[in-house]
């Protein structure tokens, strides 16, 4: 049997990595030959590496709760 190493999921991950269902963040065991490709695309890095930081204009996710909102500390008045 193949000997396994941990990946972390990027932000740039759809929901499934390598045929598993995923989340971003989630850490999860794959083969050399698995992870091949899914780290060609950029949606898995390293366990122990920290993946840059992906923006909404490079194609990164977007938190739907602070966008537009410094610190995210303001509330609606209405």
Do not use: C, N
Request: net charge positive; charged share 25%; hydrophobic share 35%.
């Amino acid at each position: 049997m193949a000997e396994k190493t941990l990946f972390r999921v990027t932000d740039a991950a759809g929901p499934y990595v390598a045929g598993r269902k995923v989340k971003i963040g989630d850490v999860i065991p794959l083969t050399s030959a698995q992870a091949e490709y899914e780290l060609q695309r950029g949606v898995i890095a390293p366990h122990g590496s920290i993946p840059p930081l992906r923006t909404p204009e490079d194609g990164g996710a977007v938190d739907l709760v602070t966008r537009g909102v410094d610190g995210g500390a303001r509330r609606s008045k209405r």
